[in-house]
């Protein structure tokens, strides 16, 4: 099915909706912030050998009287030792409590008690540190390979679009207080090479679509560019949705908090990669390009309609009966032309 959305004209009520999502998102994460898990600010990793199997529901009786937001694992070459990591710096007295409760709950002796293990918080602040850093040098690598293989501008809007991407990503982390850990850091660059990747592949029909407009015609350009690429990059992405939903339903913990800001950074990433990137593009152009003629960035309909309010404005003399059947052949002539050209332009779309 052929769709022709009118992204260039829609082009600052989509920066406005951006804007907006992207001051919710940095109001929570100044209001709320993160909940940052162990691996950020540290805490307390306790490994019991229960001798059987287990159900995490199970094990969570116990653990959320202590912190509800533990992360159960198992490990050992039978599954059968649990590993309990909670961000909460547990006190002796605590860790007596919580192994004596297990002890009670599986019958077990003192030696199942394998390791409890504190973990510093300066080792996640090196680790936030360095995400930081990596995310950083990733996005300029991006702008400067786009400017070199592109131009300066749609390196520019890329990078805005990324930008957006990984504060919707943060946002909702934030208003819904999941707790962030490594695996968050590793989604993130994954999201930037997944979104970047969509927004190159729409700048680069805009640069093939170029010479086959008129020159300075950003409007046609943007709206037919967009409109040729929007199917592929939703499909693109729902078909990944539809790989991962499942690792999210029945994965463990650690594969579900790297696999949930993935999805929301692919959604994300099809606004930011169709309706985001470009038109910013045209935005930018448009007032970049002041001497452009009145047909660089208007559909024809739009044009006429100045035309005529202009021209209505003006002193000018009566004209004859001749002149003014002459004027009316003329626009019936530009009428039929117009409708030739968007003719043209569905046929090459198909």
Known sequence: MNRNIDFAGNAKRILTIALVLVCVSLCSLLIRGLDFGIDFKGGTIVTIELHKTFETKDIRKITDKYDKKADITSSGDDKTQVVISTSQNLSDKQRVKLFSEFKSAYNLKQADLLSIDKVSGSIGGELRSMAIKASIIAVVCMLIYITFRFEFFQGVCAV????????????????????????????????????????????????????????????????????????????????????????????????REFVFPMMVGFVSGVFSSVALAVPLWYLIKIKQDKDAPLNAHLPDHIQEGIREQQNSTEEVPEKTEEELAIEREERKARRKARKARKKARKKGQR
Do not use: C, H, W
């Open 160 to 255: 805005v679009a990324l930008i957006f991407d990984l504060m919707m990503v943060i946002g909702v982390f934030s208003i819904f207080q999941i707790q962030v850990n490594s695996s968050f850091i590793a989604a993130v660059l994954t999201i930037l090479g997944y979104s970047i990747n969509d927004t190159i592949v729409t700048f680069d029909r805009v640069r093939e679509n170029t010479p086959k407009v008129v020159k300075g015609d950003y409007y046609t350009l943007v709206n037919v560019s967009i409109n040729q690429t929007m199917r592929r990059s939703i499909n693109t992405t729902v078909t990944t949705l539809l790989a991962v939903t499942p690792l999210l339903i029945f994965g463990t913990s650690s594969i």
